[in-house]
C-alpha cells in the first residue's frame, strides 16, 4: 500500500498504520488508505481482529480542516466509520495523542478502543463552529449517555483516558510506552468474542432536565453561537427514540447548515490565523534562539506581577525588580495571593503555587538583572523614566540578554535608542490581567535583531500566549483600533445617543462589554489626574465629579455594590450640559449608525495598520481583537468580520459619514477582495 496508510500482519492480527504529519489529520488519502485497510483484513482469512493506530505524536486529530469548503473526495469519513463498524471482524482503536473531533469518531466506529494514560479524547468541532459529523452526536450518547455527551461536544473539551475509561468511550487503559503490544494482545483477547458491540445497537436514554440544566449553566458561554445549541439538538435526537439511521440523517443536515455558515468560516479562519501568526515573513523558521533560562521583571505592580507569573507558571525562574520594599512585598503577596486561589480552585496543585512561588526572587537591586536572558519593563507610561531604566539595564545585563518594555503606545525605538544594543529591544506588550488574558503584541523595533524577535515569539508559546508582531505606531494594532471606535462613541454622545444605546449594540454584536462599560471597568480617571482642572470633555466632567467608574460605584452608570449597573440620570445632564455648550442639537441616531461610526471606522484603521506593514496580514489584526479585546470569534475578528459584511458596504458606510478611507480598503473593495 502507499500513502500515508500501511499495514502491519502480526500473525492473526492485521495493524493498520496511519502516518500523516504533523497531527495525521483524516485527508482524503488518509480514508481511501482507513477503507483498504479494512478490505485487506476482511478479505484475508488469516487475520481474526484489527488494531488501528497512528505513528507520530498524535492519533488522528480530526478530519483535515483545510478540505472544508472545498468539493468533497470519497469516501467520506461517516462511510469509513460505517465501514468500520459493519465489519464483522473486531476492530481495536489504539489511542495515544488526541482522539480530537473525526479522530474520536474513528474510535466510536471501532469495537473497541485502548489508551495510553496521557492520551486525550474528545470532540472539538464546536470551537470550529460545528459538530462531529462523523455519527459522533449519535454514537456519544448511545455509548456514554447524554450528560457526558453534552459536555464532549457542546463545550467540546477533551477528556482524559481515565475519564474516558469511566465514561466508557474507552476499554481499557494500555501502558504509556506499549501501546502497539498491548493492543495487539486485546485484539487477541477479544477476536472471538460475538456478537461485536456496536454503537449503532445500543440506545440512549432521555434526559430531558439534564438538557434544561445544560443549557442554563451555559447560557453565558454560549451566547452568540450557532454551533452549540446544534451539538445539543443532535445529542437530544439521539436519545428520543429515532432510530440510528434517522439520528445520523438529522446530524448530516445540522452539520451542512453549520458548514455553510458564516460562523464556522469565522472560527475556522481563526484557528489557522492563530497558528499562521507565529510565523514572522521573512524570517528562517529554523533560525538559531536565544535560550531563555531566566526572566527579569521590572515593576511588582499589577502588570509586573502578572507578566511574572506567566513564566513562573512555565517553570522559568523571574527575579523581579522594585523601587521600593512596600511596593515589592505588595506585588510578590499578590502573587502568592494569586497562586493560594488557584491551587484552592483546584486549577493547580499546591505544589505547583509552592514551586512557582519558590522560582522568584524579589529585590530592589537592579543588579541582580545581570544574570537574565530577558529583562521586561513594566513601569508606568513615561518616556524619560522608560529611557532611564533601558541606559541601565544597558550596563547591567549581560551580552545577548533581550531587553523589552511593556509599553502600550510608546516609541520602542527612541527606548531602544538609549542603549548601545538596539538590535536586542523589543515591545513585549502584554494585556491585563497578563496572567489571563491570552494575547501578546511584541513590537519590532526598526533595529530588533531576528533571533531577538523569533526567541521572543517561540517564547510566547512556551508561555501559552497568542503573539501577534506588531510595528512601531501609537497604539501598535489592538489600542490604535480602539481609538477610532472610542473618540466615535463621544461623538455619539455628543450628537444624541447614550452609553446605554451604544453598549447595547456593541454586547448585541457579541462583545463582551460596549465602550462605555469599559471605561468604567478600566477607569474614567484614567489620563484626567495630570490635570485635574481640566474640563474639556464629558470623561473629563465625570471624572472631576468622582465619577471614575466601577471603582468609585459611579462612572457612565451608577452601580449598586453588587456592581449591577443602572443608566445614570447625572451623566444624562452632564452630556445635555455639553451639547448645549457645543450648540449642538440632540437628534434621533440608529444602531446602524452606531455600527457604522464604531466598528467600520476600526476596519479602516486595520487597513491603514496594513497599508503601512505595522501589522504582517490580516489575520493577524483578528487575532489581537479576538484574544485581546473579546471580539467575539463568531465573526471572526474586525478583518474577518469586514469581508464576511462585503468591503463595498463598509467603504460605503464610512464614505455617508465623511470619513476618509484608508486607499487598501478602497481599493480592495474597487477589486471585489477581501483582506482574508
Ligand atoms: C472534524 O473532525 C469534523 C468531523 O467531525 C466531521 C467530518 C465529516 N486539519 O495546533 P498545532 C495543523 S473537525 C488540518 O500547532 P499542537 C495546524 O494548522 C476537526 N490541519 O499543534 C498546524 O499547521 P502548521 C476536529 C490541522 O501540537 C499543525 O497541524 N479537530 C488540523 O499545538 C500543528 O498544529 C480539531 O478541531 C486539522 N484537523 O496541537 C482539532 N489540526 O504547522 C484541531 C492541526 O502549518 N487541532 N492542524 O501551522 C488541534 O486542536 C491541535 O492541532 C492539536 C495539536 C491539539 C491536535
Not at 432536565?209 to 453561537?225: C, I, L, T, Y
Not at 445540522?254 to 484557528?271: P, W
Not at 483546584?346 to 530592589?364: H, N, V, Y
Not at 523589552?404 to 542603549?419: E, F, M
Request: net charge neutral.
Amino acid at each position: 500500500m502507499t500513502g500515508p496508510i500501511t499495514t502491519e500482519l502480526h500473525d492473526d492480527v492485521l495493524v493498520i498504520i496511519s502516518n500523516n504529519p504533523p497531527v495525521n489529520a483524516l485527508g482524503a488519502a488518509v480514508r481511501q488508505g482507513l477503507e483498504a485497510g479494512i478490505k485487506e483484513g476482511l478479505a484475508n482469512d488469516a487475520v481474526k481482529a484489527m488494531v488501528i493506530r497512528c505513528d507520530g505524536r498524535t492519533f488522528f486529530a480530526g478530519a483535515d480542516i483545510t478540505e472544508f469548503g472545498r468539493p468533497m473526495q470519497e469516501p467520506g469519513l461517516p462511510t469509513v466509520v460505517d465501514m468500520i463498524e459493519m465489519a464483522d471482524k473486531p476492530v481495536v482503536a489504539a489511542i495515544h495523542g488526541t482522539a480530537l473531533g473525526g479522530g474520536c469518531e474513528v474510535t466510536l466506529g471501532c469495537h473497541y478502543r485502548i489508551a495510553v494514560p496521557s492520551a486525550k479524547i474528545g470532540t472539538p468541532e464546536v470551537k470550529l463552529g460545528l459538530l462531529p459529523g462523523a455519527g459522533g452526536t449519535q454514537r456519544i450518547p448511545r455509548i456514554a449517555g447524554v450528560k457526558v455527551a453534552l459536555e464532549l461536544t457542546a463545550k467540546g473539551d477533551p477528556m482524559s483516558a481515565k475519564m474516558a475509561l469511566g465514561a466508557g468511550l474507552i476499554d481499557r487503559v494500555a501502558g504509556e510506552d506499549s501501546l502497539v503490544a498491548d493492543a495487539i494482545a486485546f485484539a487477541r483477547d477479544i477476536a472471538a468474542a460475538r456478537p461485536l458491540p456496536r454503537a449503532r445497537e445500543k440506545t440512549a436514554k432521555a434526559d430531558p432536565e439534564a438538557v434544561a440544566a445544560f443549557k442554563k449553566d451555559n447560557a453565558k458561554r454560549f451566547r452568540g453561537f450557532d454551533a452549540p445549541a446544534a451539538n445539543i439538538a443532535c445529542v437530544e435526537k439521539a436519545a428520543d427514540g429515532s432510530s440510528f439511521e434517522e439520528g445520523i440523517a438529522f446530524e448530516r443536515a445540522e452539520f451542512m447548515k453549520l458548514m455553510m455558515g458564516v460562523q464556522s468560516a469565522a472560527q475556522r479562519h481563526i484557528f489557522f490565523a492563530e497558528r499562521q501568526a507565529a510565523k514572522i515573513d521573512g524570517i528562517d523558521p529554523k533560525i538559531a534562539l536565544r535560550p531563555i533560562k531566566k526572566v527579569g521583571v521590572i515593576g511588582a505592580g499589577t502588570m509586573g506581577g502578572g507578566i511574572s507569573m506567566n513564566f513562573l507558571s512555565a517553570g522559568i525562574p523571574v527575579t523581579i525588580v522594585e523601587m521600593a520594599q512596600d511596593a515589592l512585598d505588595r506585588g510578590t503577596g499578590t502573587i502568592r495571593k494569586n497562586y493560594e486561589a488557584s491551587a484552592s480552585k483546584g486549577r493547580i496543585k499546591p505544589e505547583q503555587a509552592e514551586a512557582a512561588m519558590g522560582a522568584l526572587t524579589a529585590t530592589l537591586d537592579f543588579a541582580a538583572l545581570a544574570d537574565c536572558d530577558l529583562v521586561i519593563e513594566a513601569v508606568y507610561e513615561n518616556m524619560d523614566v522608560k529611557k532611564e531604566i533601558f541606559g541601565k539595564l544597558d550596563a547591567i545585563c549581560k551580552p545577548g540578554a533581550i531587553l523589552a518594555s511593556n509599553t502600550s503606545y510608546l516609541d520602542v525605538n527612541a527606548i531602544a535608542a538609549a542603549t548601545n544594543r538596539p538590535g536586542d529591544v523589543l515591545g513585549m506588550h502584554f494585556f491585563s490581567p497578563a496572567n489571563v488574558m491570552k494575547l501578546l503584541e511584541v513590537v519590532r523595533g526598526e533595529k530588533t535583531s531576528d533571533d531577538v524577535l523569533a526567541t521572543v515569539m517561540a517564547l510566547a508559546k512556551t508561555i501559552k500566549k497568542v503573539a501577534v508582531v506588531a510595528g512601531v505606531c501609537d497604539g501598535f494594532i489592538g489600542n490604535r483600533m480602539l481609538k477610532p471606535r472610542q473618540i466615535e462613541a463621544m461623538k455619539l454622545l455628543m450628537e444624541g445617543a447614550t452609553p446605554e444605546q451604544i453598549d447595547r449594540v456593541h454586547v448585541a454584536f457579541g462583545m463582551p462589554m460596549g465602550p462605555f462599560q469599559m471605561s468604567d471597568l478600566a477607569g474614567v480617571d484614567i489620563g484626567w489626574h495630570r490635570d485635574p482642572t481640566r474640563i474639556e470633555s464629558i470623561r473629563d466632567a465625570l471624572a472631576a465629579e468622582g465619577r471614575w467608574g466601577q471603582k468609585t460605584q459611579k462612572g457612565f452608570y451608577d452601580y449598586d455594590e453588587k456592581r449591577n449597573p443602572t443608566p445614570s440620570p447625572r451623566v444624562a445632564e452632564i452630556i445635555e450640559d455639553f451639547r448645549a455648550k457645543s450648540n449642538m442639537q440632540k437628534r434621533e441616531i440608529s444602531d446602524e449608525e452606531i455600527i457604522e461610526k464604531t466598528l467600520y471606522t476600526m476596519v479602516n484603521e486595520g487597513a491603514l495598520i496594513l497599508e503601512e506593514k505595522m501589522a504582517q496580514r490580516a489575520s493577524d489584526i483578528d487575532v489581537v481583537w479576538i484574544y485581546g479585546y473579546g471580539w467575539p470569534i463568531y465573526r471572526g475578528g474586525p478583518m474577518f468580520w469586514a469581508d464576511s459584511e462585503g468591503l463595498k458596504k463598509i467603504v460605503a458606510g464610512l464614505e455617508k459619514h465623511g470619513f476618509a478611507v484608508s486607499e487598501l480598503l478602497k481599493s480592495k473593495a474597487e477589486s471585489n477582495g477581501r483582506f482574508n
